[in-house]
C-alpha cells in the first residue's frame, strides 16, 4: 500500500516548456487535489476532482489544467511555464463525501523551478 | 470567505518545554478542524481532527480542543522532543470538496 505517489520528485523546465505532473492514489479514494506550495503561504488549492470523471477550479487555476484519467490518477499540466509557477506541488486525496472520511492524504510532493 | 490563522513563526523550544500553537478560524456552519504535520522533505500528514464543537483531538501528545465561542483550535503538547521539529498547519473543512490551510507554524526543538 503505498498511499499516494508522485513523479517526478524534482524538475526544472525554461520559461514556455510544458510539463505534466503524475500523481496515483491506491486508497480507492474518490476525491484528488492538487496543491501549490510557496514560503509563508501554506497551501493553495488548484484543481480538485471530487469525483471520477468530474474536475473543478481551485483558488489558483491560472496555468494550469487537469485530468482525471481514472479513479486512481489525477495529473497536473502546465502548458508554457512561468517562472511564477515555480514552487512545491502536493497532490492529496480523501474519501470525500459519500464515504464519509474528510482527512487527507498527500504525496510527498513535486519540487519545480522555472527559470 | 472562510479562512484559518495562525501564529507566525518560527517558534523555538528547548527540549521537554511547552507548546502552543495558536489557530483561530472563520467559517459558515460547522467546520471540521484539523492540524497536519510536515517533517522536512515530505508532504502533509493528519496530526489530529476534531468534527464537532468541544471535541478534543489527540495524537502523539498532542492535543487540541474545537472552541466554537472563540472560534479556536490551540495545537498544545506538554513535553516536546527534538523529533517534533516540523511545519504545523492548522485547517478547516466546512463542507463541500474543500480545505482550507493556515499558513503553517514552523517549530525548532533544540536539544
Known amino acids: 500500500n503505498a498511499g499516494v505517489t508522485q513523479t517526478p520528485k524534482f524538475q526544472v523546465l525554461k520559461t514556455g516548456q510544458s510539463m505534466t505532473l503524475q500523481c496515483a492514489q491506491d486508497?480507492?479514494?474518490?476525491?484528488m487535489y492538487w496543491y501549490r506550495q510557496d514560503p509563508g503561504m501554506g497551501l493553495r488549492l488548484i484543481y480538485y476532482?471530487?469525483?471520477?470523471?468530474?474536475?473543478d477550479k481551485g483558488e489558483v487555476p491560472n496555468g494550469y489544467n487537469v485530468s482525471r484519467l481514472n479513479k486512481r490518477e489525477f495529473s497536473l499540466r502546465l502548458e508554457s511555464a512561468a517562472p511564477s509557477q515555480t514552487s512545491v506541488y502536493f497532490c492529496?486525496?480523501?474519501?470525500?463525501?459519500?464515504?464519509?472520511?474528510?482527512?487527507?492524504?498527500f504525496g510527498p510532493g513535486t519540487r519545480l523551478t522555472v527559470l | 470567505g472562510d479562512s484559518v490563522t495562525q501564529m507566525e513563526g518560527p517558534v523555538t523550544l528547548s527540549e521537554e518545554a511547552f507548546l502552543t500553537i495558536n489557530c483561530t478560524y472563520t467559517?459558515?456552519?460547522?467546520?471540521?478542524l484539523f492540524w497536519y504535520v510536515q517533517y522536512p522533505g515530505e508532504g502533509l500528514q493528519l496530526l489530529l481532527k476534531?468534527?464537532?464543537?468541544?471535541d478534543k483531538g489527540s495524537n502523539k501528545g498532542f492535543e487540541a480542543t474545537y472552541r466554537k465561542e472563540t472560534t479556536s483550535f490551540h495545537l498544545e503538547k506538554g513535553s516536546v522532543q527534538v523529533s517534533d521539529s516540523a511545519v504545523y498547519f492548522c485547517?478547516?473543512?466546512?463542507?463541500?470538496?474543500?480545505?482550507?490551510f493556515g499558513a503553517g507554524t514552523r517549530l525548532f526543538v533544540k536539544a
Open positions: 492529496a486525496s480523501s474519501g470525500g463525501l459519500l464515504q464519509g472520511t474528510d482527512t487527507q492524504y
Open positions: 486508497m480507492n479514494h474518490n476525491s
Open positions: 476532482s471530487a469525483s471520477e470523471g468530474t474536475t
Open positions: 467559517a459558515t456552519g460547522y467546520p471540521s
Open positions: 476534531a468534527t464537532k464543537a468541544d
Open positions: 485547517a478547516l473543512r466546512a463542507g463541500g470538496f474543500k480545505t482550507i
